[in-house]
């Protein structure tokens, strides 16, 4: 079988790290959907405002791929996919059976999301809480139906665990007023306002972007998102942000 790309993601992760780990509705994040030209046709999205949410089906891109450790001993530059992963929310130490979890190394390296429709512009689809990374292709959409889509009393596995899990961002010295005393350029792509990006930037943050097997509360991590670049350390159940600065 082979698969067309309809259309792509357009968004702020540049960068895979920062990505959040499982699409969610209350997300501020907003993500493009643009049309193929084969397929940018008024008549495909007829009828579509009349739904809230949709289902995207996506195709993880490479650099994608290491969003979850696989099994121990694997050499992660050629493996495609691993029976055993281990999850970040677990501490990225813990194995689980690869179809028990949303890892990138399955396989078929396809992703399902379930989003949020904002509006439409000009052909394009404009949904929240997608957890794909800028350029991701997207292979189909389909509606969600809440009469058949939604399971109220399902089960989550050990994801029930740590679906919860946030921490609490201090942005410190940098305050985020900041932005507005520099000469900043957003993109074509993601025009936004400088409340958006703090308000997107913490959302990335509280959600913990780190490895689920580093917890050094000394090391420094770097988040490039919408053209910025974000430094930051983790203490206790605190980020502590040390420094904003826009990528050149």
Known sequence: ?????????????????????QSREESPILTRIVFE?????????RGIEGYSHLWILWGFLEQHKTCIKPADNKDESTISWSPTVRPPRLGGNKRMGVFATRSPFRPNPLGLSSVKLVG??????????????????????KPYLSFSDSHPDAKNGFAEETKDYR??????????DYLSKTDRHWTENEPKTDRQWVDEVEYILCQDPRPGYQNDPEREYKMD??????????LENKVLVQKIEQIL
């Open 167 to 176: 921490l609490e961002v201090d942005w410190g010295m940098c305050s985020p």
């Open 120 to 141: 439409i512009e000009g052909g394009d689809l404009i949904v929240s809480g997608a957890d794909v990374l800028d350029g991701t292709p997207i292979y189909d959409i």
């Open 37 to 45: 030209p084969e397929f940018a046709i008024p008549e495909a999205l």
């Open 1 to 21: 079988m082979t698969l067309k790309v309809i259309a792509y993601a357009r968004n702020g992760h540049t960068d895979k790290f920062g990505i959040p780990r």
């Open 225 to 234: 998102y919408a053209g910025w670049r974000v430094t930051f350390k983790v």
